[in-house]
C-alpha cells in the first residue's frame, strides 16, 4: 500500500511540476509585416493598455528614454537598405526607443535588440539612426498600445506609433526603383550557368529528355570564364546523362575530366566516384 501511495504521489507531483496555467497576458505580443515597394518591414513589440491612464507626462514621463512598449524590446526589420531621415540605414532588425516631450519626440532605431526595456548603459555607436519628430493629437483615443506602417506609397511609408491621444510617425524610404531595376536586368540577361545546371540535373533525374539534359548541362559549363577550372560536379553529372544515353566512350572521358578537377579540389568522394564509374563503363 505505500508503495501504491508514493507511485501515485510522484505522478500527482510530476503533473502539477509539468502543468502551466494559463492566463491572458497584461501586454499581449504583437507582429506583422507589411511589404512597401519591394521591401518587407516587420514589426514585433508588445501592447500595453491604457486602462483609464494617463500615459504620456505621467505613466511615461516627458524627457526620458523609453522602450516604446513593453516587455522585451519593440523591434522593427527591414529587408533592404532604407533612408531615414537622410541617413542610409543597413538592412537588419532595430529596437526602437522613443524619448516623448510635449510638442517633439525623439525617436531612436537601436541595433542591440536583445534588452528587456531601455539598456543598462547606453552606447551611441548602436544608434543607427536618430530622428527628431512632431508628435500629433489624435481625436480618438487609443487604448491599445499600436505600432503600424501607413501612408504607403512604392517608395515610402511612416512607422506609427500610436496610444492614448497621440501619434508620432517616421518616415522611411525604400529602394523600390534600384531592386526592381536589378531584378529586371538580371531577367533579362537570360538564364544564368546555375540555372542551366539545375534544369539538366532536373530532366536527368526525373527521367525526362535526356537530350535536353545534356544540352543544358553543356550551356552551364560553355559559360565558365576563358581560364576557370569547369566545376568537377557538373562534369559528373555531365558524364551520367552520356552514360544514360549510351554514350560509354564519352561519359569515360568526361569522368577523367571531372576526376583530375576533384584531385585538384582534394574531393576525395567525387574521386572515388568517377573511378568507379569509369571502371563500369570501361567493362561494356
Known sequence: MKRIIFVLATIIASYVLNAQVKTPQPSPHSSLTQVVGLTEVTIDYNRPSAKGRIIFGDLVPFGELWRTGANANSTVSFSEDVIINGT???????????????????????????????????????????????????????????????NLTNDSATIDIAWEKTMASVKFEVPTKKTAMASIEKTLAGPTAADYYSSGVYFFQSNGDLNKALEYVNKAISMVKPGDDIPFWQLRQKSLIQAKLGDKVGAISTAKLSKAGAEKAKNNDYVKMNNDSIKEWSKK
Open 88 to 150: 542610409n540605414v543597413k538592412k537588419g532588425k532595430y529596437a526602437l526607443f522613443t524619448t516623448p516631450k510635449v510638442d517633439m519626440w525623439e525617436v531612436v532605431f537601436y541595433t542591440d535588440t536583445d534588452n528587456w526595456g531601455t539598456p543598462e548603459v547606453w552606447d551611441a555607436n548602436k544608434v543607427a539612426v536618430l530622428v527628431n519628430v512632431d508628435p500629433v493629437a489624435l481625436n480618438n483615443a487609443v487604448e491599445s498600445f499600436t505600432i503600424s506602417v501607413g
